[in-house]
């Protein structure tokens, strides 16, 4: 039934992955240690975009030399995998998962998380097995997610149907890689962007990940 169904791509952080205090926390800390004022919630949602260097920019009103990038980068994944540690997933997200695999239908999962970071966490949360395919972020830090769509989904070779994708996530980037690879797009309001944000991107935005799954169902009828 998956090659008939609308598949989902599921984005991870701020999506299936409720871990926006997490980043919030380990972005001030290694803004503290680099000499940067703390940056509150709202602020972030108002001013987050990828490529992350781009972020640093709205802050910094500059891009960060390739020096400052690296102290930036290694000082918030260090102070980030502390405090994942105790995040959870986002409420209902297991049984949302678990019921579309019961009912036959596809789901896979794309995130701009280092790939070896990525998998054990799934694994930790015991819901690998609900995905056809699991792809983390393989090299560095700084690209996109457009290409990173194009290869995840490229990599299911036929498994599903490239005409019934429907990618979920908490950023515009998610919009703008579903665009990319000829796919819809939901976003969801709990995670890095505000709602403001997420309706520049000109698709559905949603509050909840229920919603984010019924109007994903319903982009192809």
Known sequence: ???????????????????????????NASFAEIGLPSITLARYRDLYCVPVPRFYERLMGRLPTDEEWEVMDEAFHRHYRTRAESAALTVGAKEL????QAA??????CSLAPHEHLIPIVRTHGIEEL???????IGPSHTG???HMARHLAALDGAVRGDRVVVIGD??????????????????TGGSHSRASLETAGVPVVDSLAEAVEAA?????
């Open 97 to 100: 998962l678990a019921d579309r």
């Open 1 to 27: 039934m998956g090659k008939h169904g609308t598949h989902i791509v599921w984005d991870w952080n701020g999506t299936l992955f409720h871990d926006i205090d997490a980043v919030i926390e380990a972005t």
């Open 171 to 188: 950023a515009v980037d998610d919009a703008i890689a579903a665009e990319h690879v000829g796919a819809r797009a939901v976003l969801y």
């Open 145 to 147: 997610k457009a290409e």
């Open 131 to 137: 995905f056809v395919r699991v792809d983390g972020r």
């Open 217 to 221: 169902e319903s982009l192809y009828g």
């Open 104 to 109: 036959g239908l596809t789901q896979s999962l």
